[in-house]
């Protein structure tokens, strides 16, 4: 029996990514949004001419495609139902995860109304990247506890995290 998750089929039980109130922190972070000018296969010292349809080919597939915020939380609450499915659970290989996850993404209201689709393989991609600074923070956070003043509430916590976080990275 194959279980397949729709964003409209979601556990109650995870934490609402889409409810956080994100306000409250920088608004400008955003994991790996640095833009890589694209690479052009002239040099200067090449005379310049029209690039042929195979170079276009090349510098379109260079084009790299932002994630935005949005597109992030999909592929977070498509990681976490994946992973934490209870019938399916470990039991499958890297390939078919990663499939579903993508599976997932593409079937979400998020993509149906408009938003760029996405192949597993840049799901994983972008993933690896979520994944590393979700550690650093994770780490920011630890500090942040180890630091709790009386009086402080779990807000105040992850606020003195997510300013440790800015200072650091």
């Known amino acids: 029996m194959e279980s397949n998750h729709t964003p409209n089929s979601q556990s109650q039980s995870y934490f609402s990514l889409l409810n956080f109130p994100y306000d409250s922190f920088a608004p400008n972070v955003n994991i790996g949004s640095s833009q890589i000018p694209a690479f052009s296969s002239q040099t200067s010292s090449q005379p310049s001419q029209p690039p042929s349809?195979?170079?276009?080919?090349a510098e379109q597939r260079r084009e790299r495609n932002i994630w935005s915020t949005q597109d992030d939380l999909v592929l977070i609450s498509g990681w976490l139902?994946?992973?934490k499915d209870a019938i399916v659970g470990n039991g499958q290989r890297?390939?078919?995860f990663w499939i579903r996850i993508g599976d997932y993404y593409a079937s979400s209201s998020h993509v149906l109304?408009?938003?760029e689709p996405r192949c597993p393989d840049h799901c994983r991609q972008r993933w690896q990247k979520i994944s590393k600074e979700v550690s650093r923070f994770f780490g920011a956070y630890a500090e942040a506890e180890g630091e709790k003043a009386s009086g402080m509430n779990d807000l105040d916590i992850l606020q003195n995290a997510h300013q440790i976080y800015t200072k650091l990275y």
């Open 53 to 57: 349809q195979l170079e276009e080919t």
């Open 81 to 83: 139902n994946t992973s």
């Open 94 to 96: 890297a390939g078919s």
């Open 113 to 115: 109304g408009g938003a």
